[in-house]
């Protein structure tokens, strides 16, 4: 089975440019904890 994750495209005046969703959350520094 393949997961396959959602990505963000930012737009800026440099370009665009490409993140997979968890990639993003870190630049802004939102993590999630929890348990299994």
Do not use: N, Q
Not at 12 to 35: A, N
């Amino acid at each position: 089975m393949t997961i396959y994750a959602p990505y963000v495209i930012e737009r800026s005046s440099r370009g665009e440019r490409s993140y997979d969703i968890f990639s993003r959350l870190l630049m802004d520094r939102i993590v999630f904890l929890g348990t299994s």
